[in-house]
């Protein structure tokens, strides 16, 4: 894919800049390095932010969009705070797990990405998040036997939130949701519908 | 001098010199020792009444010579300006009564100071004249500016504006320099945001309709002779026809080479036409006539180019520039940003080590090209690859990896190099060669075809002397105009690389400079840093040994030789530091009111103690650009300063004569402390070369010392800027203690 023509050439900065959210910010950055810098989760990124936008700009389109960095980003927003240049650093970040994700080049199996799914999908049946059954699907998510050692293992914290009527174990039931959900899967799908006629086809 | 000498003393009693010291005892001492006709005291001298007392004294009473005791020299100028007559000043307040401690067991010491302080005074005014003009000038308000680009045009018509006839001389066919080569120019307003047409035309047809403006083209100068005020130009055209004319002042405006791109092979500059440089770009994209620029080789039209940042700059490699020329970052910019103007989706890469964009302006203009898609990398570039296609290798900084891009052109960000003449301290041998004593600029650029630009007929040199790659000497915090040759200033990328806007100021800067120079030099005055000194150093001819240090030595190239070869002072050309008369073996060489006598009388006059009496004596000789104010103000923050201390300011320490280091050794002085500005590459003397001079003749010191048997300790020179306000006191007080610890001189009488 990274021939010489397209090194350090504008087509991926341009295909960010149309359809990551954000994106049209890439080409502002001064690579002075304080983001990277200043992300406390840093030393666990592969490609610090700095990097992630030298690597656009150097044409480095399937190491981007299949990094596992951008997924690690937990919303500190230190690096927006510091940015002299006032990146939105940690949007472009999202919008690029975003734009990888619609593209199915997201890593296999990364958490962040599946808890993303979890939750989306948990939300979309009612409306509103069954805290129950979210936390259920998490602990099974890798199998039966891995969900039952995860439920142990917290067994006491399940409790000591019923208990304290932080969780209602009648949410397994069905739980409550939002007056129509049926408007809200319309709502949903327009704004789906309008979100893909923006994304431009640049493969 | 044959008109009668009438000494007229006057002692300030004000600011506390009263009460610390007796003023009857000072009044004696001026009238006894000092051998004033007259000695007054008077509450505050600096009053209008105080210095009515002085002009009367002046006016009614026929005083030729006056010695105020009041304070320091560099205080109260203004109530102290007696332009009629000769003054000295004793410093009682901050050289005495501010540097000592008000108790009694010190009051003897400190009536003692002051006392010497009188004596030194009384002796100095003795054996000075009143500085008055040569009269050997007349004002000549012609500037000649040399270089036609931005530069000089500026120049040419900031003088004009300003009333001054000009004559603006350009080697080339046309005026407009390098600028009229240009597509566009950077930004000079907010918001800084695109490249915009550059005012050459306009100024082109303002300076053609400027009567006071002479244009020569196709011209150079075939000689310039005289000194400021009364320079006199041959300027030769090209057609080999010939003209004279006068001026008072130059501006030298000569502008930049841009660095020859075929001393790097690793771009391929010389195996593809297809890398050009960052000046070639700009003829390019002015052919290309509002289209797309196209490739030199193949007429393609461009779709991909690479800048390559410092190319042949900011590097320590063999044959590049050292230095980074401070614009061609933004030049590759606005560069890029003609391609998103002319080539429509043009894709440019800038490959930069640092990025260097100065200012609001270059942020913003930084800015503005990433706003237009400019890409930028941090990277540096290896090699250039020719081809269909340009490879560009590199290494990317950011990513830490080599790499390689693909592109149609390459542009070469090459820096500049100053149009100098010849180094007239450069050559090592041959016509030229320094003299014995002489020193070789160890840093001037090794390129001896350079031709003369000015063709000065000065003894030293037919150039201005240069500091370092080829741009010119000049003191660069405080005077950044001035070269080494007086009336003669220096402006745009000739002093240092910059961009259009700074060099339109610096014209401006050089200009205001130049005319001040011409209209002092009409005046008999000095320029800076003695701005408005009407002494000038004179040389009793009969003495003369003919043995050349003065001219030699001189950092202004002020002195010629005449047909006998004795020295011929140019009186304008000299900025009055004393570097000849301290160079002078036989010490024929003295100004009005500064003279081997006038330091020589005053280092005799300081009443020398018996040995027994425990008393040392320490000669400080203070320049008095630096070392001196800054015991100024160390007296105004109560900095306590050794009793045994003698503090006599001189104009350089170059102009120190080795005699006064003799005759203080022999009069029983027993130490001797020299305080002149930093030397060397990063110089602070304000007359370049003084200070490194007189710690060149310093040095023969010891043998003098080793004749008279004396301790190496007692004589040393230190460097002292003005902010040196704790350790100036100190060192003269560490020179108290050496005495204690080696003893007292025995050459006491």
Redesign the interface.
């Known amino acids: 894919m990274s021939t ?2 397209q ?4 087509s991926f ?2 295909e960010v800049e149309a359809n990551v959210e954000e994106g049209e910010w890439v ?2 950055c ?2 002075c390095g304080v983001c990277a810098g200043s992300c406390p989760l840093g030393k666990h990124w592969d490609h610090p932010p ?2 992630i936008f ?2 656009i ?2 044409g480095k389109r399937d190491e981007v969009l299949t990094s596992d960095s951008m997924w690690m980003c937990t919303s500190c927003y230190n690096c927006i705070a510091r940015c002299p240049r006032g990146l939105p650093i940690t949007h472009i970040m999202h919008g690029l797990a975003v734009y990888s994700k619609r593209l199915g080049l997201m890593p296999d199996n990364q958490p962040t990405a599946e808890f993303g799914q979890i939750f989306w999908d948990n939300l979309m049946k009612k409306g509103r998040v069954n805290e129950l059954k979210m936390g259920l699907s998490m602990y099974f998510k890798d199998g039966f036997s891995q969900g039952i050692k995860n439920a142990m293992a917290n067994q006491k914290l399940g409790q000591n939130m019923m208990k304290a009527k932080r969780m209602n174990a009648m949410e397994i039931m069905g739980g409550h949701g939002v007056k129509s959900p049926g408007d809200l899967a319309k709502i949903i799908k327009k704004a789906q519908e309008i979100e893909d006629g923006n994304i431009q086809d640049f493969s | 001098m044959a008109e009668e000498k009438k000494m007229a003393g006057f002692v300030c009693t004000g600011c506390g010199i009263g009460e610390r010291l007796d003023a009857g005892q000072l009044e004696t001492t001026a009238t006894r020792d000092g051998k004033m006709n007259t000695c007054v005291q008077h509450e505050m001298l600096c009053s209008k009444e105080g210095v009515q007392v002085i002009r009367d004294t002046i006016d009614n009473d026929g005083a030729t010579h006056i010695m105020i005791a009041a304070c320091s020299r560099r205080a109260k100028v203004e109530a102290f300006h007696f332009p009629e007559v000769a003054m000295t000043r004793a410093n009682l307040r901050e050289g005495v009564i501010w540097v000592r401690p008000d108790t009694d067991e010190n009051k003897e010491t400190t009536q003692e100071m002051a006392d010497d302080y009188i004596r030194m005074a009384c002796a100095e005014a003795k054996f000075s004249t009143k500085p008055t003009k040569s009269g050997e000038q007349e004002l000549d308000k012609t500037i000649m500016v040399v270089g036609g680009g931005i530069t000089g045009m500026t120049a040419a018509m900031e003088a004009a504006a300003a009333g001054y006839p000009v004559h603006l001389v350009e080697k080339g066919g046309a005026l407009g320099g390098r600028i009229a080569e240009y597509y566009k120019v950077l930004p000079t307003r907010s918001p800084y945001a695109a490249p915009q047409e550059s005012s050459i035309a306009e100024m082109a047809a303002a300076i053609e309709a400027d009567d006071k403006i002479a244009v020569h083209l196709n011209s150079t100068l075939a000689q310039t002779s005289g000194a400021p005020g009364r320079f006199s130009v041959d300027v030769a055209t090209e057609s080999g026809s010939t003209s004279n004319f006068t001026c008072g002042a130059i501006v030298q405006a000569t502008g930049f080479t841009p660095y020859d791109a075929n001393k790097l092979p690793e771009f391929g500059y010389d195996k593809s036409a297809d890398v050009v440089t960052n000046h070639e770009l700009e003829a390019l994209a002015k052919a290309a006539n509002g289209g797309p620029i196209k490739r030199p080789s193949d007429g393609k039209e461009i779709t991909s180019v690479a800048f390559v940042q410092n190319a042949g700059q900011c590097s320590d490699e063999e044959g590049k520039l050292a230095y980074f020329s401070g614009v061609t970052d933004l030049v590759s910019i606005k560069q890029a940003m003609y391609f998103k103007e002319l080539n429509g989706d043009c894709d440019t890469t800038v490959l930069f080590n640092n990025l260097r964009t100065p200012g609001a302006a270059g942020e913003d203009f930084y800015r503005a090209g990433q706003e237009a898609m400019v890409l930028f990398s941090k990277g540096i570039v290896s090699e250039v690859v020719p081809g269909d296609s340009l490879t560009v290798k590199f290494k990317d900084l950011i990513l830490n990896e080599d790499t390689e891009m693909d592109c149609d052109l390459v542009v070469l960000a090459v820096g500049m190099e100053p149009n100098s003449g010849p180094d007239p301290y450069y050559a090592t041998e041959g016509e030229g060669a320094p003299e014995p004593g002489e020193e070789a600029n160890p840093n001037a650029v090794p390129e001896i075809s350079v031709d003369s630009i000015l063709n000065l007929d000065y003894r030293q040199g037919t150039d201005l002397p240069q500091l370092k790659y080829g741009f010119n000497d000049s003191h660069f915090i405080c005077f950044p105009y001035e070269t080494r040759r007086t009336g003669i200033y220096a402006a745009g990328p000739v002093r240092r690389p910059m961009d259009i806007q700074q060099a339109r100021d610096d014209a401006a800067g050089a200009t205001m400079k130049a005319i001040q120079a011409a209209e002092n030099a009409g005046k008999g005055m000095a320029a800076h840093p003695r701005a408005g000194d009407l002494s000038y150093p004179s040389f009793r001819k009969e003495g003369c040994t003919q043995c050349k240090r003065c001219t030699v030595e001189c950092p202004f190239g002020a002195i010629n030789e005449d047909e006998k070869r004795y020295p011929l002072f140019n009186e304008a050309r000299c900025r009055r530091c004393g570097t000849c008369m301290g160079a002078c073996p036989v010490r024929v060489i003295s100004f009005e009111n500064y003279s081997i006598d006038t330091v020589g009388q005053q280092i005799k006059n300081v009443e020398i103690p018996e040995e027994w009496d425990e008393k040392p004596r320490i000669l400080v000789l203070a320049c008095e650009n630096d070392a001196y104010p800054a015991l100024d103000q160390a007296a105004m923050n109560g900095v306590e300063i050794n009793p045994w201390a003698r503090v006599i300011p001189v104009r350089c320490l170059g102009s120190v004569s080795l005699s006064w280091i003799t005759d203080s050794l022999n009069n029983g002085y027993d130490g001797i402390v020299l305080m002149g500005c930093q030397r060397g590459e990063d110089y602070q003397c304000h007359f370049v070369r003084g200070s490194a001079m007189a710690n060149e003749r310093m040095s023969k010191v010891g043998d003098t010392l080793q004749t008279l048997n004396l301790e190496p300790e007692r004589v040393v020179v230190h460097e002292v800027a003005i902010t040196d306000i704790e350790r100036a006191p100190k060192l003269i007080n560490d020179m108290a203690e050496t005495v204690e610890k080696i003893g007292m001189s025995p050459f006491k009488f």
């Open positions: 010489n023509s090194k350090y050439r504008n900065l341009k080409k502002m001064m690579q700095q990097e030298m690597m700009r150097a």
